[in-house]
């Protein structure tokens, strides 16, 4: 069979090691699995910055549109915190988003039994917790015009974006959230401030418009962000599929991703529309960041990289055995009491990044 | 000595019933202690519109500027929720902080030590928890122009709202914390999206500036507004005072409420510029909402009123005795076992709205 066009982009701070552990999983599922794949690396972000002097080059994006699927690790730097905005290292994620359309991130908030005690939130609150935030990705405050900081007459300055949201662009990625919520609870809760902003308005009324036209089986109700984040705190299992605009899900789903006390664990996948031949770009990232203050001791936990390639499996790949696989070996490795320092806890094995990854390995 | 001028704005759901308990302690006071009261009580929100037609009248607006101080319920009701923005009972509040210019809203996060096992956190993690978050609220994406809901040419629709920060509205409200901070624990917390906002870039700028120029004394720090709503999670107890704007303010100030587990216990003031008189406007009101669902009941808690009650005593009639009294009195009756249904716990005294109140009056 035809080897699978991965593009791979580690990035900054732990991205680089923690992908070094994904690598060696692809190349032995090459050789126990016949799934062969055709990996370029490409730097990104404050590496790519360094180097290239800009986070994201017009040849990365073309690459990635090439691919089968990307696999990103981390960007963000304190070192670049001070340069301009196209040219710092998030704009590298912030460019793959728009330039492949990648508008629906999805982010599973799941408690992994054996770390229900890693959660801040007392053990009964978690337990079994199963959230799948959808999150818009290009488009509200993030990408709006007009933008920018403007110097008035008097020397003082305006700082000004604008949100912006259409019939179509809540429509597609609310539909994404629909067709998700079919294949579990068949909830949906849609997140806005529809009291204050006319943007949230016009997404609660066409999320109701089209539920009322296509998905009246699943259950849809209305929340205000505000109240989501207090509910996500009080009682996180009343919720099953969440889906909100760019703004609100940058903040709900690291919320709901730290509920469940292991953000080193969290995968997640960002689409872009089906295209004509069936195929859909997507990129795939842990939910962590680049956490620089860790970087380059070997002690980041590998797991949300490794899970994030999971995801890329079953979802641009089809191949779900080898996604189960992958799943069964984290699953076994946390079981058999493996941590690393993130996931720590009294009376388990505390490893690096590498030995866990090994770990992994060893499992599959 | 001339009577306080107070108008109080019950609102909708259980802000009458709760505001009731707070009219009983004011007129005690009088009796007791010599505190005159000039009280004026008028609709707002759902109830003003179901009388008047408006959420917010004009005479009222006037009356709140005439007035020592506002004391205010909570607006709010699902009946209304298709009414056009101008008109919803929320207008009402809006409205008020924007004509009296109430720029800086103080919203305590504090964990009652008789209460600490009410939060979803692990006790330890809230144990002493005091954060104070100062929270921008006459600007922002809250009033910006352009806004509203237009119709395209093939029909869709497109929905625009505009986050806008001047540096004069940022050095004020960061002034307020800054002061608040040499009050207190002497550190703030910057909140702002700067990796994707321009506004959110210039307000870390004008923070940055402001301190180095008139705060150096306090320790400021800056957080992402999405990593502010994990670390709230993680660790609480590392903040002091938080500074944000009117929309991460939100969501981040309903967030630290939930973390202490007793919403109904939760009080905040809104403050206006210092007029050249010395007075500046405020108004008081608890940081729970109208509660439809449980209206009318008579077992809402009356705790966070009457405690908006009491800082309203030491922020605009400087009567801190009375303020402590008050605060020592509810103290008191949550020691001795009592509890409304929202902070209910095994073995505790459950009573209804009208009891704890005259549980505290009692105490005084
Ligand atoms: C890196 C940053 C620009 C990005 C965002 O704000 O979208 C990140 O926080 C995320 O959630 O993926
Ligand atoms: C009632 C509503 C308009 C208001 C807001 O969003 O500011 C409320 O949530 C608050 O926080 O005071």
Redesign the interface.
Known sequence: SQAHKLLVLPGDGIGPEVMREVVKIARWLGEARGLRFDMTEELVGGASLAVHGVPLRPEVVAMAKEADAVLFGSV?DPKWSEIS?DK?P?AAI?GLRQELELFANLRPAQVFPPLVNAS???PE?VAGLDIMIVRETVGG??F?EP???ET?ADG?????????????EIERVARVAFELARLRDNRVCSVE?C?????????KQ?VTALHAREYSDVTLTHML???C??Q????PKQFDVIVTGN??G???S??A???TGS?GMLPSATLGPAQESGKRHALYEPIHGSAPDIAGQGIANPLAQILSFAMLLRYSLQREAEAALIEQAVSNVLASGLRTADIMSEGMNRVGTEAMGAAVLQEM
Chains 1, 2 share one sequence.
């Open positions: 963000g905005f710092r998030e912030l801040s939130l007392k609150l405050i993030y709006g933008r920018g900081i008035l003082s300055q305006r700082g000004i974006n604008t949100e912006v949201y259409t019939t179509s401030k009291n204050v902003m006319e943007s949230g308005l016009l997404w066409v962000a505000d109240n984040a207090m996500l705190v009080r009682n703004l609100f940058d903040l709900l690291d919320l991703s730290m509920l953000l």
